[in-house]
């Protein structure tokens, strides 16, 4: 086995710019040999998180190999979460923060996201979002991102990094220079953007100039081929975008993280070893990879290739420890920050938001727990209810539309509102319907019920407006709950934009439609 002291620099350099995940609610042994040789930081996902107790414990576990690691997240709250992946977020998202415009109020919602993911030792967030949503048939933003707006979404942003990493959790603004323009998923193909300079700089950029300005501790790159400033390589690749732009023009000096190296953006193209090389030559400093290759085998892989790059002369040396280093500078303020929150009276009082009185929830638990009083008061704040038809005074059939999940959401996370509708009407009954919906089904199971139908991006999905028509032309009582951007004309006895699928965006709905919702 390999040991610390046989451990040459280059290979120790190696390991620290690589971010891998695994597989497990504990830490494997290669993982934890990984570390003593160097591997600086590691990832996690919902299949690595069970419990609050349970990810504080694997958290331990990995800093007892070294006490610098920084642990990483893909939490954004809303759609995409990880720490509450089989319950739903306690955390709208960012479009339903954007709507609201408060950005006092994005502040404390990242503030408690920071504070919950700071106490289960988690100090690395790949968030927030600062792409603009300037196309809103994006299949991979949408509710992501905070808005349209360029400096709605600057503001907004700016205002989570700092809410975050008061909390004392380093922030990593993306996707640079920006996916919001995007007709294609990145985890799938390469997206091209084809906008001029002057574009992008009064749109895309807008946002991540106010995030290096409020000091984002890093930044996540996209896999986006912008011709205007790179004609052959994706931003994450490109010396251009990375080092010309990034670096030099926008003077940011902090972490660059790739967007997951194994995105066929980058697989299929490049494959992930010359990825890998290409990404730290081109200024990255640190490696994501590991939510679809989760193993040992991956990182030696990534781990061998940088070495070789350097002993051929591919990649300089100085490059590779120029990223090294920063890698291990950030685990260090994370280290100090950890120190710096942990003390008394460091909290924010759970649940207050500024102008809106406190929320209710004071559980411990992953799904039900701390964070449920914020979130849910975002929640309710960044509804828009339309229509003149009665509430719901009985029972309704829930009929959820349910369009594929993209693969930075995923499958896994319960999303709609039957559940919570049937906690406030005892007896709610519900199904699930895909492309292949037969309104006369629908119309069949519901019955006497009244129908409520949830859509999620109805704007981008022709089958759900065609069953949206039908269910209208025969029950025009029928309520529609819209869970993703609410760009398709308002319609329904009552419409209820929610802006963001996360439980407590479920929750904040269903109260809307019963009679006497409970006080806030």
Known sequence: MTTIARTDTLTRDALT????????????????????EGLTSVGLFGRNIATESQLASLTAQLRAEGDD?????????????????????????NLALGSVDDTDLTRAVAHELGRRLAAC???????????????????????????????LVARHTAAYIEGLQSAGVAACTKHFPGHGDTGVDSHHALPRIDVDLDTLHARELVPFRAAIAAGSKSVMSAHILLPALDPTRPATLSPRVLTGLLREELGYD????????????IASTYGIERGSVLAIAAGADALCVGGGLADEDTVLR?????????????????????????????????RQARGDVAGPGAETQEGTAPGTGTGTGTGTGIGTGTGTGIGLVAARRALRVTGSGEPLSSPPYVAAFTPVANIAVGDETPWGVAAELSGLLPGTATGTYGPSADPAAVLAAAGSRRIVAVVRDEHRHPWMSAALDALLASRPDTVVIEMGVPQAVARGAVHVATHGAARVCGRAAAEALTPTPPLP
């Open 254 to 265: 902090g972490l660059i993280v790739t967007d997951a190296v194994e995105m066929q953006a």
């Open 17 to 36: 710019v690589l971010q891998p995940g695994f597989v497990g609610t504990t830490a494997p042994d290669w993982l934890l040999r990984r570390i003593g």
């Open 302 to 334: 990534l781990r061998d290739a940088l070495v070789a790059a350097v002993r051929a002369g591919e990649l300089p040396e100085s490059r590779l420890a120029d990223a090294a280093a920063r890698v291990r500078a950030l685990a260090s303020w994370t």
């Open 121 to 151: 030792g988690v100090d690395l967030n790949w968030a927030p979002s600062a792409d603009v949503n300037s196309n809103p048939g994006n299949p991979v933003i949408g509710v992501r991102s905070f808005g349209a707006d360029p400096h």
């Open 69 to 93: 690691v920084l642990v990483a997240i893909d939490e954004e709250g809303g759609d995409v979460t990880r720490l509450e992946v089989r319950t739903g977020s306690s955390f709208p998202g």
